[in-house]
């Protein structure tokens, strides 16, 4: 996988995606950073001016289509000639769709991917119109770039792609696998300031361990995301009465009884990667 970044901080990028888990990927080559500086494609070859004033008032500055379509062009050009196609192109900014887990899988698939950081006060639209395929935003909020929301997507789609993360660290239980956010976990010692690992984590019984963890994972979900809760719910509803229960006082299923039912009914594949 190929990250493409149009920026006019290039340094930013390199500094920050050369260390840790997305340094070494890149070391062992199954990612690339490629990040290129708009300010190069300048046709104001004095000045390497890439801004100017908005036609119709207003305060700031604009970042000017040409420079920004030719790096694009520079960009594309490189990407065919090492064989690759038209790539996608995401303009990261907060009026796009909001990133999530399911795009960064769906990013994870292509060979090459193209950012283009905007700065100022935005991009001149009809640069935007010739070569933007995705607009993403990381939140809803206005940071004074956009190079840190693409390095927050370039993160979380390159542990996505195969080989980037190892056997360890894929094998990891993630939040947002089918909408649950993870279960608690802990490490030695088994009691710290008082506080003791929950029995059922020492007994070594994986089955019961797994279908613990999945509660975890609902009841957690269901305090700190109940979005994703009313998600999650909708793809796995509660499952009909057992002949058993029916005997009893017949009542609405419980919350508490949803998750026995769905903790009865799933395996672990339902949390484990
Ligand atoms: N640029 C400025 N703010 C942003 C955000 N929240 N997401 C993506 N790009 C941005």
Known sequence: MKFHIMTLFPEMIEQSLSNSITGRAREKGYISFNAVNIRDFSNDYKHHKVDDYTYGGGAG???????????FQSVKESIIKEGGNNPRVIYVTPQGSVFNQSMAADFAREEDIVFLCGHYEGVDERVLEEIVTDYV???????????????VMIDAISRLVPGVLNNDESAMTESFNNNLLEYPQYSRPEEWMGKKVPAILLSGDHK?????????????????RPDLYEKWLAENPPQPEKKKRRRRKKTEVTDTEAVTDVVTKENSDNVSE
Do not use: F, H, N
């Open 137 to 151: 935003s990381i939140g809803d909020y206005v940071l004074t770039g956009g190079e840190l929301p693409a390095m």
């Open 61 to 71: 500055m604009l970042m000017q289509a040409q420079p920004i379509y030719d790096c």
């Open 208 to 224: 019961k361990v797994d279908e613990w963890r999945l509660e975890q994972s609902i009841i957690r979900t269901k305090e700190r």
